[in-house]
């Protein structure tokens, strides 16, 4: 991998990860893809069938399988709360980025999208709940942090560009 994105859900991570993948003529890789394709049913189907243990199984199985992958990794918005992920990431020498979002944008961004029924369960006071459960797990584990919410996804694009991805002899891929 060449970086890997870490986040809450809505903070632009496949959107990004995506772009990103594109400027740099690599695959984009989606950690939640690689899994619904593994299990051959949706994360919520996981869920239900096997319970929330069986996914982050699978959750961490893909992702050590995915660490040796050339391109660029986007991971679920819960992948670094568990430890064994936790570790992986914080000890990785692949940069890894955190995509940071407001509560407010993130409802903003997923008010249509039926794909994120937690979204709107939650609700925004639910939302701001669950970031702060996981904000400093997401800050332990990334070596910057680019604040998404009044940036277009190219933008952060190159603010990743700039931070993680230039000339060797430009800079360091670890800052």
Do not use: W
């Not at 914080?90 to 903003?108: F, H, N, W």
């Not at 961004?109 to 029924?117: A, F, G, N």
């Not at 990334?142 to 931070?163: G, N, Q």
């Amino acid at each position: 991998m060449k970086a890997i994105l870490v986040g809450f859900m809505g903070s632009g991570k496949t959107t990004v990860g995506n772009l990103l993948a594109q400027r740099l003529g690599m695959p984009y890789h989606d950690l939640d893809d690689i899994i619904i394709q593994r299990a051959g049913k949706s994360i919520q189907q996981i869920f239900d069938d096997n319970g929330e243990a069986a996914f982050r199984q699978l959750e961490h199985e893909a992702l050590v399988d995915s660490m040796a992958d050339n391109g660029i990794l986007g991971t679920g918005g819960g992948t670094p709360i568990q430890l064994t992920n936790f570790e992986i990431l914080r000890q990785s020498q692949i940069p890894v980025v955190l995509l940071d979002v407001l509560p407010q944008t993130i409802m903003d961004r997923l008010k249509d999208d039926t794909q994120r029924p937690l979204a709107r369960e939650l609700g925004l006071t639910g939302l701001v709940d669950l970031k702060g459960q996981r904000d400093d797990k997401y800050e332990a584990v990334s070596d910057f942090r680019i604040a998404t919410d009044r940036l277009t996804p190219l933008e952060v694009v190159d603010e990743i560009t700039k931070k993680t991805i230039c000339e060797p002899a430009e800079c360091d891929l670890r800052r």
